[in-house]
């Protein structure tokens, strides 16, 4: 039998914490709230968590400073971050120290709920397909380690968020077939809604500009008109075939 969720609050608006405190027990998860960011460490290191939900803006400890220690431990613990701070800079901030996901203030109490209950599904459906296709995923000098959480291009380990891990993976698992952006948001994001497509478009470009030789010639993730986009197994092969179709 699957054990109760526990998810780690760390949020110093009491008003907002109670209401999501609120839901998530709905939806039976076992939920710990702290409003102190020293304390929201301390609870963080003691582990058993599923997910953490984290303000940035905290007394104590501030939220990047937990996120970027969250990311330093051997557990790997799934993060949505909820802030005032809505700019493009913090959100990509939160995401390059580890983030899973980032909301920005005033949200949907449901809206939070659907993606903390999205990206546990996700971990979940990663953990099960690790235990069922155990190894690492080798194509033409990428390599991929599901269980390290690792990414190499000829050798050369690469730098990526776990969104752009997880979607780096789920590409290279699925070569050369086409996927639509909602097709993405709903297989490594574990939700699909209209209007979020451009999240798939930015991990897209930041993705490529660590894997593509020239990310604006891209070869690997390459894109498929008015369809989405292809992730080439080998892209010295494809580029042969193509000059020999065009001799």
Known sequence: MDHTKRILLVEDDVGIANVLALHLRDERYEVVHTADGTEGLRLLEQGGWDALVLDLMLPGVDGLEI???ARAMTR??????????SSEVHRVLGLELGADDYLAKPFSMLELVARVKALLRRVDAMARDVRANVGI???AGLSV????HEATIDGKR??????EFDLLYFFARHPDKVFSRMDLLNEV????HEGYEHTVNTHINRLRTKIEVDPAQPRRIVTVWRRGYRFVADPRAAEAAESGAAS
Do not use: K
């Not at 994001?189 to 699909?192: A, F, L, R, T």
């Open 67 to 69: 996120c970027r220690r």
């Open 76 to 85: 790997y613990t799934p993060i949505i971050i909820i802030s005032a701070r």
């Open 137 to 139: 995923l080798e194509l």
């Open 145 to 148: 380690d599901p269980i390290a």
């Open 158 to 163: 690469l730098d990526l968020t776990p969104r």
């Open 189 to 192: 994001w574990g939700y699909q």
